[in-house]
């Protein structure tokens, strides 16, 4: 059968290697070739297929503005853009959304729903450092300790119990943050923050969790006054908060696509970023 070029596309990621993609047309079919493979497969349906092509390039724009933002944010506040890990949230965005994500050097990946996350990451394989960075209820705790490489949402000590009590049954130690209700919003989850120092000491002894950092959402409001006073209480209570763990206690995960620099200036050493990279979520 004929075999007709539709489209090529050859991408250098950040490790300098070059990826060329090939769209084939073959009678009334879509194919998508890789040369070299990627080590993952892209889908083949025609809709995605052109999909997968025509977005490699928005998103590699879409990661340079972004680096281009974290840049400017650090000089301005006096930051080191190195000490800024970026978690590209890829919620209610398919599968394939991950693996360009990857490809393009984006290896964490945050997830906010474990049955959705489950079916990318059973679909994927472990090709990123996977972090649950939503709401986790205690009846789907079970999966999240064996999908997740960080749970960054521990909002109440039951919860923080249930994952030391099945992750003891696997043997396996998680890594896990204390997320903090800075905002005061009741709409939110987490601890409150009268509440933090004394969850971290309690969280802290429970063998099979690695307690490293602390996670907030900031307010949702165009003050940004409000929002920096609660980034900087999170930031004083990640600080107070090391002092109990240690050294070890070494991630202030906060700000997103619409206040990630507000949270660099006060001290964030890793954002949660979708809307930016990917654009508006599907509904």
């Known amino acids: 059968m004929e075999r007709n070029p539709v489209k ?7 490790d300098n290697t070059t990826q060329r993609f090939q769209l084939i047309s073959y009678g009334c079919g879509l194919r998508v070739q890789q040369h070299p493979p990627l080590g993952f497969p892209l889908p083949n349906s025609p809709s995605v297929a052109i999909f997968c092509l025509s977005m490699k390039d928005q998103l590699s724009d879409n990661i340079q503005n972004l680096y281009g933002r974290i840049a400017q944010a650090c000089e301005e506040y006096d930051r080191d853009a190195d000490d800024i890990t970026i978690v590209a949230v890829t919620k209610r965005h398919p599968a394939h959304t991950i ?9 964490n990946i945050g997830e906010s729903r474990v049955q959705e996350a489950e079916e990318k990451i059973e679909q994927l394989g472990r090709i990123a450092r996977y972090h649950m960075v939503g709401h986790l209820q205690t009846n789907k705790v079970k999966k999240a300790v064996k999908l997740f490489d960080v749970i960054q949402s521990i909002d109440s000590l039951k919860v923080a119990e249930e ?19 800075s905002s005061g919003e009741a709409s939110k989850y987490g ?3 009268n509440e933090c120092l004394d969850i971290v000491r309690r969280v ?7 307690l490293t950092g602390v996670m907030t959402i900031g307010p949702l409001t165009d003050d940004a006054e409000r929002v920096r006073d609660a980034f900087r209480q999170t930031r004083h209570l990640f600080e107070a908060s090391r002092e109990i763990v240690g050294d070890e206690f070494d991630t202030l995960s906060m700000g997103m ?4 620099e507000l ?13 930016e990279l990917f654009g508006p979520r599907p509904e």
């Open 204 to 210: 802290n002894g429970l063998e099979y969790i690695d």
């Open 99 to 107: 693996s360009r994500a990857v490809a393009a050097g984006l290896h």
């Open 163 to 181: 994952i030391n009590k099945e992750a003891a049954k696997i043997d396996h130690n998680i890594e896990c943050y204390i997320e903090v209700n």
């Open 8 to 14: 090529t596309m050859s991408l250098r990621y950040n």
């Open 191 to 193: 601890i409150d923050p």
């Open 263 to 275: 949270a660099i200036a006060e001290g964030s050493t890793m954002i949660r970023v979708g809307t």
């Open 257 to 260: 696509s619409a206040d990630f």
